[in-house]
């Protein structure tokens, strides 16, 4: 099986335990909001790793399809989002393999 997948933005970031749930809130209505305007947002995956950071994955089918919907990031909606994150970065990759 053949991914439709073929950029993925990796953010990385630490969300106060008190705020997740109101991140979490945030964080899909950013997703809600990108997805409406721009199909190419395949998949989202919010793992939280064991010192209590979060890497946040989002596969795009191309990298015109991601760089589309980067306007949407300076949304209120994805300011509100972000705004509960401390420690953020952010890097892009190109998928190679996906078994």
């Given amino acids: 099986m053949q991914s439709t997948v073929a950029v993925v933005r990796v953010h990385t970031y630490v969300v106060e335990p008190k705020n997740l749930a109101e991140f ?25 790793l064991e010192d209590g950071s979060y890497t946040d994955l989002w596969s795009w089918e191309s990298m015109p399809a ?7 990031a300076q949304s209120p909606e994805a ?16 998928l190679i393999t996906d078994h």
């Fill in 79 to 94: 300011a509100a989002a972000w705004s509960l994150t401390s420690n953020s970065s952010a890097s892009t990759g190109e």
């Fill in 24 to 48: 979490l809130t945030r964080r899909t209505a950013v997703i809600d909001l990108i997805r409406a305007a721009h199909p190419g947002l395949v998949a989202t995956r919010l793992i939280r």
């Fill in 66 to 72: 991601m760089a589309a919907a980067f306007p949407l």
